[in-house]
């Protein structure tokens, strides 16, 4: 199954705000969060919160059949869960997920055992 791998720079005085979106996924959001995600085909996703020597990063990993199906229905879906999702990443990240210019990842190594 694809992976898809999103890394994006947490802005300045935001590592707060992400750790408390993060923790809103596993709780109070997390029947609509979860059932958002089997609904786009999502078999997996981790978030991550990684160190750096320039500062503090969001990695974020999925696992489903078809990576750009997947995120095509995410961003398609027009409920609650996925404007809070999507504009919350955008504050903390400065990444616009749904909007022109979105990242685009180019696989060049694909390991498995």
Known sequence: MPLFVFVAPIQPN??????????????????EYE??????????????????PRGEMAVIVQDADTEG???????????PIQDWYFQRMKDINGVDLVGP???VNELLLDYRA
């Open 35 to 52: 059932a958002s995600r089997k609904e786009a085909g999502f078999h997996q996703e981790a978030i991550f919160l990684q160190q750096t």
């Open 101 to 103: 210019g979105t990242p």
């Open 69 to 79: 199906s997947a995120l095509e229905a995410l961003r398609a879906m027009k409920d």
């Open 14 to 31: 935001k590592t707060a705000e992400f750790r408390q979106f993060v923790s809103d996924l596993k709780g109070s959001r997390k029947t």
